[in-house]
């Protein structure tokens, strides 16, 4: 779930970005009290996200809008689907039209992504996740577009958990000493995921504890012979360069954790319009 008041400060940011004093296009061409009624359409087939924060944006604008969502988030959505409609002053329909749409397709691009994934899982214990390769003041907007394709969230912030990559581990003297180091500190509610190169860290990691144990950039072979090393004893994660194409043998290896920063850092955003009722 997204609170207002993060959403409503995202769409101000955007709006300011966006409308300095004057639009010369809209406001010299319409007056203030023309109203007119517009649609959302789907141009492919994917999954929406981020339907109300849309619609959000006009009613920051325009305390006379109103809309009729049609589908709601997390829903499918196929090419000609009308997603919703709405009614409001013509100079703000035209104003918050770009904001909108860039946050609806860039949302419904990344559920879409992340179902696609997901689907490719299917008939394994892969869960697909996403990491902290986010936009900027942007990241629980693209971790609820996540969920919403099926997918689950790795760590929101640093606090969340302490994962040891390789610099960390590097600059500690290796992954026993870092381990060590680190759990002397930590409360009981949070774990420790270590990132490994190979297998000799793979036991590494093992031996010092940490409760994942994550496998970046690593062959399927050593991911297969890492599931039998372990055997249960810490969550396995593979990460590093996994796509579509690899997704169905990297689960096939038996880790539990499939992490992709694609999915947030460099997603194709959704095609849907917005079109005016002639």
């Given at each position: 779930?997204?609170?207002q008041f993060y959403i409503d400060n995202i769409i101000k940011?955007?709006?300011q970005e966006d409308i300095n004093y004057v639009d010369v296009s809209t406001d010299y061409l319409?007056?203030?009290d023309q109203e007119d009624d517009a649609y959302f359409v789907a141009k492919a087939e994917g999954v929406l996200c981020g339907i109300d924060i849309a619609l959000r944006v006009f009613q920051m604008l325009d305390a006379s809008f109103t809309a009729e969502k049609?589908?709601?988030d997390?829903?499918?959505?196929k090419k000609g689907d009308i997603i919703a409609r709405l009614h409001g002053k013509t100079v703000f329909l035209l104003k918050g039209e770009r904001t909108a749409l860039n946050i609806l397709q860039h949302m419904s691009g990344i559920a879409t992504a992340t179902a696609q994934a997901v689907k490719l899982t299917a008939g394994t214990k892969a869960q697909i996740t996403d990491t902290r390769k986010t936009l900027p003041s942007l990241r629980a907007l693209q971790k609820y577009a996540v969920v919403c394709g099926g997918g689950?969230?790795?760590r929101f912030n640093l606090s969340d958990g302490a994962m040891l990559k390789d610099n960390h581990i590097d600059a500690a003297g290796g992954i026993e000493n870092a381990v060590r180091i680190v759990r002397a500190h930590l409360g009981h509610m949070v774990k420790i995921e270590v990132e490994t190169r190979d297998l000799d860290e793979v036991r590494q990691a093992l031996d010092s504890g940490a409760e994942i144990i994550m496998l970046d950039n690593m062959s399927l072979e050593d991911m297969k012979t890492a599931v039998e090393l372990v055997n249960g004893r810490a969550l396995l994660e593979a990460s590093g360069n996994i796509t579509s194409e690899t997704i169905p043998q990297v689960a096939a290896t038996g880790v539990d954790i499939i992490?992709?920063?694609a999915l947030t850092h460099s997603v194709q955003a959704f095609d849907i319009s917005m079109k005016f009722k002639k």
């Open positions: 779930m997204l609170t940011n955007a709006i319409f007056s203030e049609l589908i709601e997390g829903r499918p959505v689950k969230n790795h992490s992709m920063g």
